[in-house]
Protein backbone atom coordinates (compact mmCIF):
# COMPACT_ATOMS: atom_id res chain seq x y z
CA UNK A 1 0.00 0.00 0.00
CA UNK A 2 1.23 3.50 -0.75
CA UNK A 3 1.48 6.05 2.09
CA UNK A 4 -0.80 8.85 2.16
CA UNK A 5 1.03 11.93 1.38
CA UNK A 6 3.30 12.47 4.52
CA UNK A 7 3.39 15.98 6.42
CA UNK A 8 7.00 16.69 6.96
CA UNK A 9 6.82 19.41 10.08
CA UNK A 10 10.51 21.74 9.62
CA UNK A 11 9.93 23.59 12.93
CA UNK A 12 6.59 22.27 14.79
CA UNK A 13 6.56 25.23 16.96
CA UNK A 14 6.04 27.54 13.80
CA UNK A 15 2.68 29.40 13.12
CA UNK A 16 1.62 26.67 9.95
CA UNK A 17 1.16 28.66 6.50
CA UNK A 18 -0.78 26.83 4.06
CA UNK A 19 -1.38 28.67 0.45
CA UNK A 20 -2.12 27.28 -3.32
CA UNK A 21 0.41 28.80 -5.92
CA UNK A 22 0.83 28.43 -9.86
CA UNK A 23 3.81 27.01 -11.35
CA UNK A 24 5.08 28.59 -14.23
CA UNK A 25 6.90 25.41 -15.35
CA UNK A 26 6.20 22.53 -17.63
CA UNK A 27 5.81 19.59 -14.81
CA UNK A 28 5.55 16.02 -16.34
CA UNK A 29 5.24 12.55 -14.82
CA UNK A 30 6.87 9.30 -15.81
CA UNK A 31 6.11 6.19 -15.00
CA UNK A 32 6.97 2.77 -16.61
CA UNK A 33 8.55 4.61 -19.65
CA UNK A 34 4.95 6.46 -20.20
CA UNK A 35 4.25 10.41 -19.84
CA UNK A 36 0.70 10.34 -17.46
CA UNK A 37 1.17 13.69 -16.85
CA UNK A 38 2.52 16.79 -18.68
CA UNK A 39 1.32 20.60 -17.73
CA UNK A 40 1.92 24.19 -18.10
CA UNK A 41 -1.30 24.66 -15.66
CA UNK A 42 0.30 23.25 -12.12
CA UNK A 43 -0.71 24.34 -8.96
CA UNK A 44 1.51 23.74 -5.84
CA UNK A 45 0.05 23.30 -2.56
CA UNK A 46 2.72 24.67 -0.47
CA UNK A 47 3.34 24.98 3.46
CA UNK A 48 6.23 25.80 5.86
CA UNK A 49 5.42 22.68 7.86
CA UNK A 50 5.24 19.75 4.61
CA UNK A 51 6.93 19.25 1.76
CA UNK A 52 5.32 20.90 -1.91
CA UNK A 53 2.82 19.15 -4.04
CA UNK A 54 1.80 19.12 -7.35
CA UNK A 55 -1.65 19.42 -8.70
CA UNK A 56 -2.28 18.78 -12.17
CA UNK A 57 -5.84 19.67 -14.16
CA UNK A 58 -7.45 15.88 -14.66
CA UNK A 59 -7.29 16.92 -18.62
CA UNK A 60 -3.29 16.76 -18.42
CA UNK A 61 -3.38 13.32 -17.03
CA UNK A 62 -3.79 9.88 -18.44
CA UNK A 63 -7.00 8.95 -16.89
CA UNK A 64 -7.07 5.54 -18.88
CA UNK A 65 -3.86 4.42 -16.51
CA UNK A 66 -5.93 5.30 -13.12
CA UNK A 67 -7.77 2.31 -11.25
CA UNK A 68 -10.06 3.57 -8.65
CA UNK A 69 -9.35 2.43 -4.86
CA UNK A 70 -10.79 1.50 -2.31
CA UNK A 71 -8.32 3.10 -0.41
CA UNK A 72 -9.26 6.24 2.15
CA UNK A 73 -6.98 7.94 4.41
CA UNK A 74 -8.16 12.11 4.74
CA UNK A 75 -5.20 14.34 4.03
CA UNK A 76 -4.72 16.63 7.28
CA UNK A 77 -4.91 19.96 5.47
CA UNK A 78 -7.35 19.14 2.84
CA UNK A 79 -9.49 16.69 4.37
CA UNK A 80 -11.34 13.59 2.65
CA UNK A 81 -9.54 12.14 -0.63
CA UNK A 82 -9.96 9.79 -2.95
CA UNK A 83 -7.49 7.28 -4.65
CA UNK A 84 -6.25 5.87 -7.74
CA UNK A 85 -3.63 2.90 -8.35
CA UNK A 86 -1.47 3.12 -11.33
CA UNK A 87 -1.61 0.59 -14.10
CA UNK A 88 0.18 0.33 -17.44
CA UNK A 89 0.20 -3.23 -18.07
CA UNK A 90 3.39 -4.14 -17.39
CA UNK A 91 3.74 -2.27 -14.38
CA UNK A 92 1.81 -1.22 -11.24
CA UNK A 93 1.60 0.99 -8.26
CA UNK A 94 -0.77 1.22 -5.69
CA UNK A 95 -2.57 4.57 -4.92
CA UNK A 96 -0.10 6.18 -6.59
CA UNK A 97 -2.25 9.12 -7.86
CA UNK A 98 -5.41 11.32 -5.00
CA UNK A 99 -7.62 14.04 -5.15
CA UNK A 100 -9.13 15.97 -2.95
CA UNK A 101 -12.75 15.39 -2.71
CA UNK A 102 -13.93 18.77 -1.26
CA UNK A 103 -11.30 20.77 0.68
CA UNK A 104 -12.94 22.22 4.00
CA UNK A 105 -10.63 25.32 3.42
CA UNK A 106 -11.83 27.69 1.10
CA UNK A 107 -8.20 29.09 0.44
CA UNK A 108 -7.60 25.09 -1.23
CA UNK A 109 -10.95 25.20 -3.47
CA UNK A 110 -8.98 25.45 -6.80
CA UNK A 111 -7.60 22.10 -6.28
CA UNK A 112 -10.84 20.32 -5.83
CA UNK A 113 -10.65 18.04 -8.98
CA UNK A 114 -6.92 17.70 -10.13
CA UNK A 115 -5.17 15.15 -9.38
CA UNK A 116 -1.85 14.80 -7.53
CA UNK A 117 0.84 11.57 -7.34
CA UNK A 118 2.69 10.20 -4.38
CA UNK A 119 6.15 11.52 -5.43
CA UNK A 120 7.65 8.03 -5.08
CA UNK A 121 4.84 6.05 -6.31
CA UNK A 122 5.98 6.99 -9.69
CA UNK A 123 9.47 6.52 -11.30
CA UNK A 124 10.32 10.21 -12.61
CA UNK A 125 9.48 13.89 -12.65
CA UNK A 126 10.77 16.60 -14.83
CA UNK A 127 10.61 20.52 -14.51
CA UNK A 128 10.63 21.46 -18.40
CA UNK A 129 13.71 19.19 -19.57
CA UNK A 130 15.13 18.66 -15.94
CA UNK A 131 14.92 15.91 -13.77
CA UNK A 132 14.28 16.96 -10.35
CA UNK A 133 14.43 14.42 -7.68
CA UNK A 134 13.14 13.64 -3.88
CA UNK A 135 10.73 16.03 -3.52
CA UNK A 136 8.79 19.29 -5.13
CA UNK A 137 11.26 22.20 -5.21
CA UNK A 138 9.25 24.64 -3.05
CA UNK A 139 8.87 28.21 -4.32
CA UNK A 140 9.63 29.77 -1.33
CA UNK A 141 12.26 27.77 -1.12
CA UNK A 142 15.56 30.15 -0.84
CA UNK A 143 19.50 29.19 -0.67
CA UNK A 144 22.39 31.61 0.05
CA UNK A 145 25.32 30.45 0.07
CA UNK A 146 27.68 33.21 1.33
CA UNK A 147 31.73 33.02 2.05
CA UNK A 148 32.68 34.01 5.60
CA UNK A 149 35.51 34.97 8.09
CA UNK A 150 33.57 33.49 10.98
CA UNK A 151 35.36 30.90 13.17
CA UNK A 152 33.91 27.63 13.18
CA UNK A 153 35.06 25.38 15.91
CA UNK A 154 33.46 21.77 15.75
CA UNK A 155 34.52 18.64 18.71
CA UNK A 156 33.46 15.50 17.64
CA UNK A 157 34.51 13.12 20.92
CA UNK A 158 36.29 15.76 23.29
CA UNK A 159 38.42 16.99 20.49
CA UNK A 160 39.02 19.96 18.01
CA UNK A 161 38.54 18.17 14.82
CA UNK A 162 37.44 21.49 12.63
CA UNK A 163 38.58 25.40 13.03
CA UNK A 164 37.93 27.40 10.19
CA UNK A 165 37.90 31.14 9.76
CA UNK A 166 36.92 30.82 5.81
CA UNK A 167 33.72 28.28 6.22
CA UNK A 168 31.32 28.86 3.53
CA UNK A 169 27.59 28.93 5.28
CA UNK A 170 24.04 27.97 3.51
CA UNK A 171 20.98 29.51 4.30
CA UNK A 172 18.46 27.50 3.37
CA UNK A 173 14.16 28.00 3.88
CA UNK A 174 13.37 26.39 7.21
CA UNK A 175 16.29 24.89 8.08
CA UNK A 176 19.46 25.45 10.27
CA UNK A 177 22.35 27.23 8.68
CA UNK A 178 25.11 25.35 7.62
CA UNK A 179 28.49 25.54 7.82
CA UNK A 180 30.89 23.88 4.97
CA UNK A 181 34.40 23.83 5.62
CA UNK A 182 37.63 23.43 3.85
CA UNK A 183 39.16 20.16 3.79
CA UNK A 184 42.34 21.36 5.22
CA UNK A 185 40.88 22.79 8.06
CA UNK A 186 38.83 18.88 8.88
CA UNK A 187 40.78 16.48 10.66
CA UNK A 188 40.47 14.10 8.02
CA UNK A 189 42.06 11.60 10.12
CA UNK A 190 38.80 11.68 12.40
CA UNK A 191 36.42 10.65 9.04
CA UNK A 192 36.02 8.10 7.20
CA UNK A 193 34.23 7.27 4.17
CA UNK A 194 31.01 6.07 4.25
CA UNK A 195 28.88 4.45 1.75
CA UNK A 196 25.69 6.41 2.31
CA UNK A 197 24.59 8.61 -0.49
CA UNK A 198 21.60 11.36 -0.21
CA UNK A 199 20.46 13.50 -3.25
CA UNK A 200 18.85 16.83 -2.42
CA UNK A 201 16.47 18.53 -5.31
CA UNK A 202 18.24 22.14 -4.68
CA UNK A 203 22.21 20.96 -3.90
CA UNK A 204 22.90 17.45 -5.99
CA UNK A 205 24.44 14.30 -4.71
CA UNK A 206 25.76 14.36 -0.78
CA UNK A 207 28.48 11.99 0.13
CA UNK A 208 28.92 11.15 3.70
CA UNK A 209 31.78 10.59 6.70
CA UNK A 210 31.41 8.73 10.07
CA UNK A 211 33.44 9.76 12.62
CA UNK A 212 36.20 7.37 13.77
CA UNK A 213 36.22 7.66 17.82
CA UNK A 214 39.32 7.82 19.82
CA UNK A 215 38.75 3.75 21.34
CA UNK A 216 37.83 2.65 17.36
CA UNK A 217 34.57 2.42 17.10
CA UNK A 218 32.40 4.88 14.55
CA UNK A 219 29.41 7.25 14.60
CA UNK A 220 27.88 6.92 11.36
CA UNK A 221 27.53 9.89 9.18
CA UNK A 222 28.52 12.68 11.27
CA UNK A 223 29.43 15.20 8.11
CA UNK A 224 28.62 15.34 4.35
CA UNK A 225 29.61 17.25 0.84
CA UNK A 226 28.80 17.49 -2.14
CA UNK A 227 31.53 16.43 -4.52
CA UNK A 228 29.91 17.66 -7.60
CA UNK A 229 27.02 19.64 -6.94
CA UNK A 230 23.93 21.28 -9.16
CA UNK A 231 25.67 24.19 -11.39
CA UNK A 232 23.67 26.53 -9.17
CA UNK A 233 25.81 25.27 -6.15
CA UNK A 234 29.31 25.76 -7.13
CA UNK A 235 30.16 27.32 -3.46
CA UNK A 236 30.22 24.38 -1.95
CA UNK A 237 31.55 21.82 -4.29
CA UNK A 238 34.22 19.55 -2.39
CA UNK A 239 33.47 21.08 1.50
CA UNK A 240 32.24 19.32 4.49
CA UNK A 241 29.66 19.94 6.61
CA UNK A 242 28.93 18.51 10.03
CA UNK A 243 25.35 17.31 11.84
CA UNK A 244 25.12 19.44 14.96
CA UNK A 245 23.64 16.63 16.75
CA UNK A 246 26.57 13.96 15.69
CA UNK A 247 29.18 15.99 17.28
CA UNK A 248 30.02 17.14 20.50
CA UNK A 249 29.34 21.08 19.27
CA UNK A 250 29.80 23.61 17.14
CA UNK A 251 31.12 27.08 18.10
CA UNK A 252 30.66 30.40 15.71
CA UNK A 253 32.66 32.89 16.93
CA UNK A 254 33.21 31.60 20.12
CA UNK A 255 29.79 30.86 20.81
CA UNK A 256 27.56 27.15 21.22
CA UNK A 257 25.56 26.77 17.93
CA UNK A 258 22.08 25.96 19.00
Known amino acids: MTAAPKLQPREATAPQLINVLHSPKRIRVKFAGRTIADSRNVLVLRSNHFLPIYFFPASSVDRSLLKPSEHRQPHPVGGETTYWDLETGSKASPNAAWSFVAPPDENLAPLAGRIAFTWKAVDQWFEEEEEVFVHARDPYARID ?90 KIKGLIAFYPQAVDRIHLDGEPVA
Open 145 to 234: VLQSSSHVQIWFDGELIADSHRPVLLFETHLPTRFYLHPDDVRLDRLVASDTTTRCPYKGIASYWSGLRADGSVSPDIAWSYRDPIAEMP
